[in-house]
């Protein structure tokens, strides 16, 4: 079955730019999305199809994929972005949603 | 605006069986994919099982095909999941979740804890 990897935990200070990677065999050629999801709360969308923003969404959160690696990159980063992010991906040869480990985000 | 509500969640014994509900509204019930997505206490996401539109077709994760059934009542705006032969392994909070196209979750409901234990 298809793995994705994260890294389990990120650190970066307020202001700064944090990119957080989703690794996987061919990810390059696979939409990916992500999730933010902050403690007791569901996750919520932050980027789908790999590059996109759903509406509501700062433009500080932006997504790129190439190769076997996807990166969702989070620039000027704040307090309130301390979260745990999710990729995901759709493995259409078996019609199943793959999910990676999850990245704990940690502003300093 | 969309709100999908889960309920039937609880504390089961091993061996032992439960079924979620989810009540959908604020769409189109009958023309979304809709999936179940679990979170074991301090873990991470695990996608469980997916049904297509009409009802016609579902999928599973492996970690539960043969023990657990997705279904949905499109006259009734509902999405289910059957447990069956629960195990510790289970206990999470399940999400039911709306799909829009290749698998991007867009909407999430607020979760119902599952506990299987002895």
Partial sequence: ?108 | EVQLLESGGGAVHPGGSLRLSCAASGFTFSSYVMSWVRQAPGKGLEWVSVICASGGCSYYADSVKGRFTISRDNSKNRLYLQMNSLRAEDTAVYYCAKEGSSGIVENWGQGSLVTVSS
């Fill in chain 1, 1 to 108: 079955s298809y793995v994705l990897i994260q890294p389990p935990s990120v650190s970066v200070a307020p202001g700064k730019t944090a990119r957080i990677t989703c690794g996987g065999d061919n990810t390059g050629s696979k939409s990916v999305h992500w999730y933010q999801q902050k403690p007791g709360q569901a996750p919520v969308l932050v980027i789908y199809y790999t590059t996109d923003r759903p509406s509501g969404i700062p433009e500080r959160f932006s997504g790129s994929n190439s190769g076997n690696t996807a990166t969702l990159t989070i620039s000027r980063v704040e307090a309130g972005d301390e979260a745990d992010y999710y990729c995901q991906v759709w493995d259409s040869s078996r019609d199943h949603r793959v999910f990676g480990g999850g990245t704990k985000l940690t502003v300093l």
